[in-house]
């Protein structure tokens, strides 16, 4: 027997159910609608509910940032029951309501749409063996999104994300500022967690950028790094005579392996991507402006060819409207040259898929 996720579902009518708990002010003026002063709701929709999509979902919930979560999948049973244990934590939780389909149509009028949805990345396999996989899983996906959400930002976390976010671009018909990809926002952050637990400081005081692809050929910009505003490598190699060259290519290549490593402990990689794309999110509907190394259309930066159309991280200005506009970071000759080369091998395969 099929279980009832609301009174409703059990036949009780919820037309004015209220009525007999509260009553109308008597102020002396006409009484107004109870939507009358309401402002528009935001409505996010998370499409995929596996580790990563509940994660995702579960770390906006409770951040408060959406007033209505649509949560869309595959398979019926699994998507009931995580609709069904977020909701039996209401009242723990932010006022937020939750509904979940197979069918695309529930993410009618939706903000922003996450998609999550893909094939796990298994153990020993790289971001870019998922490509084809992935891509008719998006052909799918992606027009019916654009169709009931026009005016949606669209958010790709699924892997191979760089490739996936022009995928994305192609199908939806969207403009590149309203289709992002989470991309190396959060390498940056494994990259931050380094350097900070080496200086013994917050995560938060180190700026330090990973920019590129996210994966493999991502690109670790040393020079622009820095603690409380202070530039930070040449302190080191000062300090330190241990961070020459190879040093640091280590430290980049522990970055990249690390997604590799969580995945082969516990099989799969949830909460930090989770916090990683809330970030995301908050800067997106609240308008923050913030900069976020996000997959952006990337064509014409840092010498990378007027007629690549290639979708990799740089940083960006996030906000309401998507993104606004991309940081002119400098970079050094060696830098900008693994990027063009991070660019060429995401185009090459871009180029595979005919869109």
């Known amino acids: 027997m099929k279980k009832a996720a609301s009174l409703s579902e059990l036949g009780f009518d919820s037309d004015g159910a209220s009525s007999g708990f509260f009553r109308a002010v008597a102020d002396g003026v006409a009484a107004c609608t109870p939507t009358a002063h309401r402002q528009r709701l935001t409505k996010v929709s998370v499409i995929g509910v596996g580790n990563v999509g509940m994660a995702i979902a579960q770390t906006i919930l409770t951040r408060d940032l959406a007033d209505e979560i649509a949560l869309v999948d595959a398979l019926p049973d699994k998507l009931r029951g995580e609709m069904l244990d977020l909701q039996h934590a209401a009242a723990f939780?932010?006022?937020?309501?939750?509904?979940?389909?197979?069918?695309?149509?529930?993410?009618?009028?939706?903000?922003?749409?996450?998609?999550?949805?893909?094939?796990?990345?298994?153990?020993?396999?790289?971001r870019l063996n998922l490509l084809q996989r992935n891509v008719s899983l998006f052909r799918k996906i992606i027009p019916a999104l654009a169709e009931h959400s026009p005016e949606a930002l669209l958010l790709i976390v699924s892997n191979p994300v760089d490739i996936l976010t022009y995928v994305a671009w192609?199908?939806?018909?969207?403009?590149?500022?309203?289709?992002?990809?989470?991309?190396?926002?959060?390498?940056?952050?494994?990259?931050?967690?380094?350097?900070?637990?080496?200086?013994?400081?917050?995560?938060?005081?180190?700026?330090?950028?990973?920019?590129?692809?996210?994966?493999?050929?991502?690109?670790?910009?040393?020079?622009?790094?820095?603690?409380?505003?202070?530039?930070?490598?040449?302190?080191?190699?000062?300090s330190h005579s241990s961070f020459n060259e190879d040093a640091l290519e280590g430290i980049r290549k522990a970055v990249v392996d690390s997604a590799y490593e969580v995945i082969s402990l516990k099989g799969y990689t949830s909460w930090a991507i989770g916090y990683s794309v809330a970030n995301l999110v908050a800067t997106l509907l609240r308008d923050q402006r913030r900069i976020h190394p996000v997959s952006v259309l990337a064509t014409g930066f840092h010498g990378i060819a007027d007629d690549h159309e290639v979708f990799l991280s740089l940083p960006?200005?996030?906000?309401?409207?998507?993104?606004?506009?991309v940081a002119e970071m400098e970079l050094t000759e060696e830098e900008a040259k693994r990027l063009r080369r991070s660019a060429k091998t995401l185009w090459e395969n871009c180029q595979l898929l005919g869109l």
């Open 316 to 325: 960006a200005r996030l906000g309401r409207g998507g993104v606004l506009g």
């Open 170 to 238: 192609k199908l939806s018909g969207f403009p590149a500022s309203r289709v992002i990809g989470s991309g190396t926002n959060l390498d940056s952050s494994r990259f931050r967690f380094l350097l900070a637990e080496h200086l013994d400081v917050n995560a938060q005081d180190v700026q330090a950028y990973m920019v590129g692809e996210h994966g493999d050929s991502s690109v670790a910009v040393w020079s622009s790094v820095s603690v409380a505003g202070m530039p930070a490598l040449k302190t080191l190699q000062q």
């Open 93 to 126: 939780l932010p006022r937020t309501r939750l509904v979940s389909d197979t069918d695309m149509a529930v993410t009618k009028g939706s903000d922003l749409a996450i998609v999550t949805a893909g094939a796990r990345q298994i153990p020993g396999e790289t």
